[in-house]
């Protein structure tokens, strides 16, 4: 548990439910995602490593290849590490600094106040 710890964070509360998202950087798809997994931030390998606390950890993968910086739901972490892991992709911890508590809320509003536009990797999932 020590490793999510250090992972950048947000608490989210609406009405009476409280729930804290961990941020990672991963190249896994969509289809892949915890149902309660939130992309904030959509762009390539090379684009998201800038973000990482460790960015060669990503530097295997193509640098044109897409990646994300996602929030993912505590309770689903295990979960979600599972599928991503499985298929081959990576969960990668993003800076503290570079990614910090106020990075995630601005990001999350952007996200929350954006229009909703179907996500093509889940519309080839289904």
Do not use: N
């Not at 939130?38 to 684009?47: I, Q």
């Not at 689903?76 to 600094?97: I, K, M, S, Y």
């Amino acid at each position: 548990m020590r490793a999510t710890a250090l992972t950048p964070h947000i608490t989210v509360a609406i009405g009476q439910q409280v729930r804290q998202y961990h941020a990672y950087i991963t190249t896994a798809p969509a289809a892949l995602d915890a149902p309660a997994t939130m992309t904030l931030y959509r762009s390539t390998v090379t684009d998201l490593a800038g973000f990482a606390s460790h960015p060669e950890a990503l530097g295997s993968r193509r640098s044109t290849a897409s990646a994300r910086l996602v929030v993912v739901d505590v309770m689903e972490l295990a979960w979600q590490r599972a599928r991503c892991t499985e298929a081959g992709h990576q969960l990668t911890t993003p800076d503290e600094v570079l990614v910090s508590l106020s990075t995630l809320q601005l990001w999350l509003w952007q996200r929350l106040k954006a229009p909703l536009v179907p996500d093509p990797d889940l519309a080839r999932a289904s």
